[in-house]
């Protein structure tokens, strides 16, 4: 508790100095503890290894079918079945793909203090009003910010992934944005409507940060994924 508490101070004081450098860090440090959870989470998962074996190297691996199964031993036109006790390796890290996500806390950390701020002063809450400014906040953060956000996300990711062009990008929001943003309803606006009402301003954005690390591993293991 005595740790939790110097931490708080910290970063109470680094922000009231520095909000921008503080709010770039704190979401950088995020992102990528966010995509090491989601690649440690895939390595280590016989479901998900295989959803990214499959989703990394699917064409290649149809093309070394085709010629093994030229060389496979025969006898008429039935396969001769060999016991192999090899196993398939697991996907070794990606550390290519954990420099990409972490760039994408970098880049939005600015414009994600903004748009806290401008909540703050379109929707004060005060003693004589308080549940109405949380709910206008809520509402005008999950349908206004969440959905461009969100679009963002995967088509920053899409382009700047290798071989990654306009229809990578295209691709990649028709199969993973409805998903994408009917889990951020699950869970973001309870969220938020906790942590507008219930948490001092000070410790609005650490609460926020914490729910965004959770957020952060859906949202690496949902881009790294096949596509529902």
């Given at each position: 508790m005595a740790?939790?508490?110097?931490?708080?101070?910290?970063?109470d004081?680094?922000?009231?100095k520095?909000p921008?450098?503080t709010?770039?860090?704190?979401?950088?440090?995020l992102?990528?503890i966010?995509d090491?959870?989601?690649?440690?989470?895939?390595?280590?998962?016989?479901q998900?290894?295989?959803?990214y074996a499959?989703?990394?190297?699917?064409t290649r691996?149809l093309?070394?079918?085709?010629k093994?199964?030229?060389k496979?031993?025969r006898y008429?036109?039935?396969?001769?079945h060999?016991?192999?006790?090899?196993?398939?390796?697991?996907?070794s890290?990606?550390f290519?793909?954990l420099?990409?996500f972490?760039?994408?806390g970098?880049?939005?950390?600015?414009?994600?203090f903004?748009?806290?701020r401008?909540l703050?002063?379109a929707?004060?809450i005060?003693?004589?009003s308080t549940?109405?400014?949380?709910l206008k906040r809520?509402a005008c953060?999950q349908?206004?910010f969440a959905p461009i956000?969100?679009a963002?996300?995967f088509?920053?990711?899409?382009?700047l992934?290798?071989g990654?062009?306009?229809?990578?990008?295209?691709?990649?929001?028709?199969q993973?944005y409805?998903?994408?943003?009917?889990a951020n309803y699950?869970l973001?606006p309870?969220?938020?409507v906790?942590?507008?009402?219930l948490?001092?301003?000070k410790?609005?954005?650490?609460?926020?940060s914490?729910v965004?690390l959770?957020?952060?591993?859906?949202a690496?293991?949902?881009?790294?994924?096949?596509?529902?």
């Open positions: 740790i939790f508490t110097i931490l708080s101070r910290r970063y004081l680094a922000f009231k520095r921008i450098l709010m770039v860090v704190t979401n950088t440090i992102g990528s966010a090491i959870l989601a690649q440690t989470i895939e390595i280590t998962t016989p998900r290894r295989t959803l499959s989703n990394a190297t699917g691996k093309e070394l079918d085709e093994l199964n030229q496979l031993p008429g036109d039935q396969l001769v060999i016991h192999s006790t090899s196993q398939p390796l697991p996907p890290f990606d290519g793909r420099a990409l972490t760039s994408w970098l880049v939005t950390a600015p414009l994600f903004k748009w806290l401008w703050e002063r929707y004060p005060t003693t004589a549940y109405a400014p949380v809520v953060d349908l206004g956000g969100i963002g996300f088509a920053y990711m899409a382009y992934e290798p990654g062009n306009m229809e990578a990008v295209k691709s990649r929001l028709e993973l409805v998903p994408a943003l009917k699950a973001w309870a969220a938020q906790v942590n507008f009402r948490m001092p301003l410790f609005q954005l650490p609460f926020s914490m965004m959770i957020w952060g591993v859906y690496s293991l949902v881009n790294s994924g096949p596509g529902p």
